[in-house]
């Protein structure tokens, strides 16, 4: 089907459950299921897409995260844990099991910071920068392959909506 066709005179499996709901609750209002429903089921199909290239790099989407977000330092693509942390909105935990993982593939490397010995800093290794840069582009075609599939007017429009609703739900921008 052509992706441009307008979707909204398909019935799909969430209208068929609002449906369900009217019929058997008719005092209550499923609309906002039509939002929510959408939003969950186009989460699941892109997250499905955007694996399906992580692995063809040997990569968890979470290992994908922090490469990027090192290769993103510049420079010698280094970040403190902290710093880690706090852009891959993960748990210290769940960081220190991906850079364990990443370290063990060669892909990145902790050293001591040495005006602090006790600190520490994790870095790409020449291996690690190499997969990364090859990934980031193949991810970011893969992104542009899905966007295909919004009109490129709706494009602004989507992501302004998506940008201004996060903002009353969560206070980082």
């Given at each position: 089907?052509?992706?441009?066709?307008?979707?909204?005179?398909?019935?799909?499996?969430?209208?068929?459950i609002q449906?369900?709901?009217?019929?058997?609750?008719?005092?209550?209002?499923?609309?906002?299921?039509?939002?929510?429903?959408?939003?969950?089921?186009?989460?699941?199909?892109?997250?499905?897409?955007?694996d399906r290239v992580f692995r063809a790099y040997g990569l968890t989407a979470g290992e994908f995260d922090v490469l990027a977000t090192l290769r993103r330092a510049g420079g010698a693509c280094e970040?403190?844990?902290s710093e880690l942390a706090a852009s891959t909105m993960v748990t210290a935990g769940a960081l220190t099991k991906r850079v364990d993982r990443l370290e063990r593939s060669g892909l990145v490397r902790r050293r001591r910071v040495s005006?602090?010995?006790?600190?520490?800093?994790?870095?790409l290794t020449a291996e690690g920068r190499t997969l990364i840069d090859?990934?980031?582009?193949?991810?970011?075609?893969n992104e542009r392959t899905l966007l295909e599939?919004?009109?490129e007017p709706d494009r602004a429009e989507l992501e302004r909506i998506m940008r201004a609703w996060l903002a009353t739900l969560s206070d980082e921008l």
């Open positions: 089907m052509d992706p441009h066709i307008s979707a909204h005179r398909i019935a799909d499996r969430v209208e068929r449906e369900e709901w009217r019929r058997a609750r008719p005092d209550l209002d499923p609309s906002p299921q039509g939002v929510f429903g959408r939003l969950a089921r186009l989460t699941d199909a892109i997250d499905q897409e955007l970040r403190s844990p005006s602090d010995g006790r600190a520490r800093v994790v870095g090859a990934a980031i582009e193949a991810h970011l075609a599939a919004v009109p």
